[in-house]
């Protein structure tokens, strides 16, 4: 079906792990974007691609890795977790600079 | 540095009340304007938008915007709320830099 697949939807794991979140979409918009939600903060911008092979940073981005090497995979790495970390993560994908598709989210607790 | 302000963290109303939620952001330049839902369990959808024209903007389910230049504002409303409407509410402004900016979210409850 078309749409945008984020995995897993519940993650949970410990301080100092890596950890990656997977987000799919299936209609070769251009541009992806990854945000995080956290209470009292509405939804950051952590990165955003305009296209495969090309990324950049958010209001967010440290402690976050990115890649881009196909249009329609756009996954998110936290490369040594920590608490702060502990959040809704939503990808979203558009044909132009303004996300219009979100996917479902992935709750992540880090212990 | 370019910020969005939803002052109304959390708002109840009864059926059939009108509502207004507020909107500001400091970007001086050219802006593009959002309006975002996000029902409970559910992902954010757009529920309207302003590029340019007219400056009171109709979305979906009923809802309205109304941008107002000078004093920096989006604000939402609706006249006759449902118990439907029960959600969170996202203001989000894009300026020319194509960066893209979300306000804090602003909880609706409706009573039914």
């Known amino acids: 079906d078309a749409g945008i697949t984020q995995s897993p939807r519940y993650k949970i794991t410990e301080t100092g792990r890596q950890v990656t979140l997977m987000c799919h979409q299936t209609w070769s918009h251009s541009y992806m974007f990854w945000y995080r939600q956290d209470l009292g903060h509405g939804l950051r911008l952590i990165y955003y691609s305009a296209a495969a092979d090309i990324t950049d940073k958010g209001e967010v981005p440290d402690g976050y890795v990115v890649s881009r090497s196909k249009t329609e995979n756009f996954p998110l790495t936290l490369e040594s977790a920590t608490r702060s970390q502990t959040s809704v993560y939503f990808c979203a994908s558009s044909e132009t600079s303004q996300p219009q598709h979100f996917g479902d989210g992935t709750r992540l607790s880090i212990l | 540095a370019q910020s969005v302000s939803q002052h109304n963290h959390h708002v109840i109303l009864s059926e059939a009340a009108s509502l207004e939620l507020g909107c500001n952001y400091s970007?001086?330049?050219?802006?593009?304007l959002f309006w975002y839902v996000q029902y409970p369990g559910q992902h954010l959808q757009l529920l309207l938008k302003?590029?340019?024209?007219?400056?009171l903007v109709k979305g979906i389910k009923g809802f309205e915007a109304e941008f107002i230049k000078s004093k920096f504002s989006f604000n939402l409303r609706k006249p006759s709320v449902q118990w439907s409407d029960t959600a969170e509410y996202f203001c989000?402004?894009?300026?020319?830099?194509?960066?893209?900016?979300f306000g804090s979210g602003t909880k609706l409850n409706v009573k039914p």
């Open positions: 989000a402004v894009n300026n020319n830099f194509n960066k893209f900016y």
């Open positions: 302003y590029f340019s024209g007219d400056p």
């Open positions: 970007y001086g330049g050219t802006v593009n």
